[in-house]
Every structure is written in structure tokens, then in C-alpha cells.
């Protein structure tokens, strides 16, 4: 046998194999007309084919109409052709579900944000407004008491108001974190600057170095409760992951587009084989994908970290 007519039966068997595949991959695409017509050009590629090598097998040859082949080659053209065109509806039709699960993803991450915003505002306003003032009742009840108390009990009355202040000072602290009310009465810039000097200064603690040119600029609130929530993120996770010394933080409004620029010269890490999203990494990319914002981060082990995020940001 010489290697065309190999070849010739090869190429049957595969054209074969590939009209199998797409019956196959009728039922299960949206536009299965392109499979369809798949099909009939390698059904008719397939006897073509056929029709070439019977003869050379030692058959007889086929007594076929005179424009038979043309239009068999008419046929595949157009089959393909259109088959193709359907393809491409295919291709089309996939992309849009990209883009719907990923609109999708987006939704769903804006409500859980919006949603954990709104039970942080309970959380915190059940502190404020209930246990604060039944501690500051506690506090006045106590201190009328202890006007009437002798000596040996006065010290004690004194520890257990002392210890009431600092309870006061800590529910007002858990409730301006969960909610904080800098952000929600004079916006982002203020909020941040706020956030940033709670934080204890060198040599004990971080220099943090803060630029901006925001003043008093008002955003989008869920927008401001997420970029808040990102400069809390990253330097919670410099000041517990980083052993640095030094921070710095950069917010700068060109036109509607908010730059936030964040550094720290902490002991840094090899992004490329960060899998650690306990470090709240994951956290922030959820967050800035939610307002279709970039992230862009870099670090390197022993020379700190960068990031740049860009949010195009709503005006109010």
C-alpha cells in the first residue's frame, strides 16, 4: 500500500473521529447549529475522500455525476463557513457569561461589604448608646458612695471607678473602630489621619510618615468606609507581619482618580509565592475589585513592601 493511500485512510478516519466529537457537542453548546454543520462538511469530506481511495484499494470506481465532486467541495466550503461564523457566536456567548459572573461577583462582594458596614454601625452604636451609659451610670452611682465610705473602703471605691473609666475608654474605642465616627462626620483624609495617629510614634513604636492633598473633599460613603477599611488593613498587617520601623502613606486626588500609596521597610516577602491569606491580602483585593479598582503589589524578603492602589472615585 503506498503512503498516500495511507494518508487518504488516516485522513477518513480522523474525519470520521471529528464528526463524532461533533455530534457529541450538539446538545451540550448554546448555538449547537455550528456543530451541525460541522458535521455534514466532515461527513462529506469523509465520502470525498472515500471516493479517492476505494479505487486505489482495488474497487471500482465510482460512477459519479459530472459536477459531483464541485459540489460536495461547494458544500464543505459553505458548511465550514457558516459553522465557523456560528463558532465565533460560541466564543461570544462565553465571554458575555464572563462578564455577567464576574458583574455577579462584584454585586455580591459590594452587598456582603455593605452589609458587614451595616453590622459594624450596630455593633457600634449598641456600645455607645447602651453599655457606655449604663457604665457611666455605674461610674456616678459609685462616686456618690464613696463620699459616705470610710477610709479603709475608699481606696477600693477609687480602684473600681478607676477601672469603670477605663472600661468607658475602651467601649469608645471598640465603637469609634467598628464605626468610626471621624470618618462618617468629616470624611477620608481626617478619618485616616485620625486612625494614624492613635498609633504610638518612634522610638517606641512606627514613624508613620502621611501626605495628602484631600481637605474637605467628600466621597461616595460606601466608597470612603472601603478605603478606610484598606489603610487599616495594611498597616494592621505591617505592624503585626513586617517588623518595620517606618510607614508611609500617600492619598492624592488627580481629577476623579484617587491614588493611595502605602510603603513600609519591613522584613517584606516574595509575592510571587504568597499563599498566606491570613494576612488579610485577599481581604484588600476583594475590596478594591469591588469598586473596579487597581492594586498593584510589590515586595521583596529583607526590602519592605509597596502598594499602589487607583479607584475612580464618585464626587459628593
Not at 502605602?262 to 484588600?284: A, E, P, W
Request: glycine letters at 6%.
Amino acid at each position: 500500500m503506498r503512503m498516500l493511500e495511507i494518508l487518504l485512510l488516516v485522513s477518513i478516519l480522523l474525519q470520521l473521529f471529528a464528526a463524532v466529537a461533533a455530534i457529541n457537542l450538539i446538545k451540550r453548546t448554546k448555538y449547537n447549529v455550528a456543530w451541525i454543520f460541522f458535521t455534514i462538511a466532515l461527513t462529506a469530506l469523509c465520502i470525498i475522500r472515500w471516493a479517492q481511495v476505494f479505487p486505489m484499494l482495488g474497487g471500482e470506481e465510482w460512477r459519479l455525476p459530472p459536477d459531483f465532486m464541485a459540489w460536495m467541495g461547494v458544500v464543505v466550503s459553505l458548511c465550514f463557513a457558516i459553522g465557523t461564523i456560528f463558532v465565533r457566536e460560541i466564543f461570544n456567548y462565553i465571554d458575555k457569561l464572563e462578564y455577567q459572573r464576574r458583574l455577579t461577583e462584584r454585586r455580591i462582594l459590594s452587598t456582603v461589604l455593605r452589609t458587614e458596614e451595616k453590622e459594624r454601625q450596630r455593633f457600634s452604636k449598641e456600645l455607645h448608646d447602651g453599655l457606655g451609659p449604663l457604665l457611666s451610670s455605674a461610674k456616678m452611682s459609685l462616686s456618690v458612695l464613696a463620699k459616705d465610705a470610710t477610709e479603709q473602703n475608699k481606696e477600693l471605691f477609687d480602684n473600681t471607678i478607676s477601672v469603670i473609666d477605663e472600661a468607658v475608654r475602651a467601649v469608645r474605642e471598640i465603637s469609634n473602630n467598628l464605626s468610626p465616627h471621624t470618618l462618617k462626620d468629616f470624611g477620608l483624609a481626617r478619618a485616616v489621619r485620625s486612625f494614624l495617629n492613635k498609633i504610638p510614634s518612634a522610638p517606641e513604636g512606627v514613624s508613620i510618615d502621611y501626605n495628602t492633598n484631600l481637605k474637605g473633599e467628600r466621597f461616595d460613603s460606601e466608597e470612603e468606609v472601603i478605603l478606610y477599611r484598606v489603610v487599616c488593613e495594611l498597616v494592621n498587617n505591617s505592624m503585626r507581619h513586617a517588623s518595620c520601623s517606618r510607614i508611609g502613606v500617600s492619598m492624592v486626588l488627580k481629577g476623579d482618580i484617587l491614588t493611595l500609596t502605602y510603603s513600609d521597610n519591613g522584613v517584606g516577602f516574595d509575592v510571587n509565592k504568597l499563599t498566606d491569606k491570613g494576612m488579610g491580602l485577599s481581604n484588600i483585593f476583594s475590596r478594591i475589585n469591588s469598586l473596579k479598582g487597581q492594586f498593584d503589589l510589590q515586595s521583596q524578603p529583607g526590602k519592605g513592601m509597596s502598594a499602589t492602589i487607583r479607584v475612580n472615585i464618585t464626587r459628593v
